[in-house]
């Protein structure tokens, strides 16, 4: 596990502490998690019609590909909530995917480049965080440790459909520079938001700060 996260390039790490914080309310959590699920098939959904300019090899079936996987995730987290007395909310907000969403830009190839690194980036911290949840659950909520465990390398492997797909339609100077400030956009982002029971929540006060890789 400890590999597979190295291989994330996040510019900051959530501090195991975090995770038993956002384990004190599981049903909220849960909820939210499931709606970070509906909301990335309807993404993987909305990015399949919106190939570049040169259809793209491929595309259709990533992104279909994406969007069944994460519906199937959904099923799972809506059948845990439910089991543990839980039921799905009617509504629901989250701070972070909106905020990383504001720095899109707009138009063109630029905008596609972009909403694909954001849906990279919401990949690759959900690995990240269910990595830290399963480790913070794994003496408690033994069964949410092994569901958050068994996530991990679904959401890892969105996470380089998307980046492997911004290198399809940008030169890899471009990519790489536009990634770089994305990535410090996001730990900006997370830093900012407030704490509790959710998958992206931030760092309660009084607890480590998340490190800086």
Same mark, same amino acid.
């Given at each position: 596990? &400890?590999?597979?996260?190295d291989s994330l390039p996040l510019r @900051?790490?959530? !501090?195991?502490a975090w995770g038993h914080s956002a384990l004190a309310d599981p049903i909220a959590l849960l909820n939210d998690h499931a709606f970070l699920e509906m909301k990335a098939a309807h993404n993987a959904m909305d990015l399949m019609t919106r190939w570049p300019n040169v259809w793209l !090899?491929?595309?259709?079936?990533?992104?279909t590909s994406v969007a069944r996987d994460e519906a199937a995730h959904l099923a799972q987290v809506t059948r845990v909530l439910i089991k543990r007395g839980g039921r799905l909310v009617? @509504?629901?907000k989250a701070a972070y995917p909106r905020d990383l969403r504001a720095h899109v830009r &707009?138009?063109? @190839?630029?905008?596609l480049l972009d909403r694909l690194f954001v849906s990279a980036l919401i990949e690759a911290r959900s690995c990240e965080r269910f990595a830290v949840l399963a480790e913070a659950a794994a003496e408690t909520e033994p069964e949410l440790a092994k569901f958050y465990l068994a996530l991990f390398s679904s959401e890892l492997g969105h996470f380089k459909i998307f980046l492997k797909l911004a290198h399809k339609i940008a030169n890899k100077e471009t990519v790489e520079a536009r990634w770089s400030t994305w990535l410090d956009t996001e730990a900006a982002v997370l830093a900012a938001q407030k704490p509790g029971s959710l998958i992206h929540?931030?760092?309660p006060s009084g607890l480590p700060s998340a490190l800086v890789s």
């Open positions: 596990m &400890n590999e597979k996260l @900051s790490r959530t !501090p195991l !090899p491929g595309w259709v079936e990533a992104m009617r @509504s629901h &707009n138009g063109g @190839s630029d905008e929540s931030g760092i």
